[in-house]
């Protein structure tokens, strides 16, 4: 069993999301009421502001190291990776769903904000956290299932494909996400 105490999870948005979107508050509520510290910080969001650079800011001023768990959905799994590796900070788990790289084509503004987040050496991400979970659907409408399964091929060591689930987010009926807190 982990040591409560110790461990702490760190719970980031999408593109243009916020902390309250999605299944993020309720997933924040379930670890709470398990006694975790749980964070779930608002990223900046929008052109301009959704960089690598001003999201690293932001983790930043949180408390990361070999006991702290990401839970983090659509751009922020690459963007997680990409900080770790550049900053050589390990994490004791990394549970991404929807994640993607290298993967363009959403929009015109989700590409802007996207494309600084991608990173050539995604696999190195494995010297960091040997931990690495990646939920994705058969029908995502944003990021295809393929950028999704390569992205997932390259880094976990556990996948799950949730059947019609969409982007699995509020969206897509995702306002729980029961399914993730099997590997929390």
């Not at 999870?9 to 243009?16: A, E």
């Not at 800011?57 to 990409?82: D, G, R, Y």
């Not at 590796?85 to 904000?113: H, M």
Request: aromatic share 14%.
């Amino acid at each position: 069993m982990v040591d409560k105490i110790e461990t702490n999870y760190i719970i980031l948005h999408g593109s243009f999301g916020s902390p309250d979107g999605n299944w993020f508050l309720w997933l924040k509520t379930e670890l709470e009421k398990r006694g975790y510290d749980v964070i779930v910080p608002q990223m900046p969001v929008g052109v301009g502001n959704q960089t690598f650079e001003n999201w690293s800011q932001v983790l930043k001023q949180l408390k990361i190291n070999e006991n702290t768990i990401f839970v983090a959905h659509s751009i922020a799994p690459v963007f997680v990776c990409k900080y770790l590796i550049t900053n050589q900070i390990k994490a004791k788990r990394l549970v991404f769903v929807c994640g993607f790289n290298n993967y363009l084509g959403i929009s015109p503004e989700y590409d802007a904000v996207n494309k600084p987040m991608f990173i050539n050496n995604l696999a190195d991400v494995n010297k960091y956290s040997r931990d690495i979970i990646c939920y994705y659907s058969d029908n995502d409408p944003y990021v295809s299932y393929t950028a999704e399964k390569k992205f997932a091929d390259t880094i976990a060591n556990q996948q799950y494909v949730i059947k019609s689930g969409g982007h699995i987010n509020a969206e897509s009926g995702y306002t729980k996400f029961d399914e993730i807190l099997k590997v929390l």
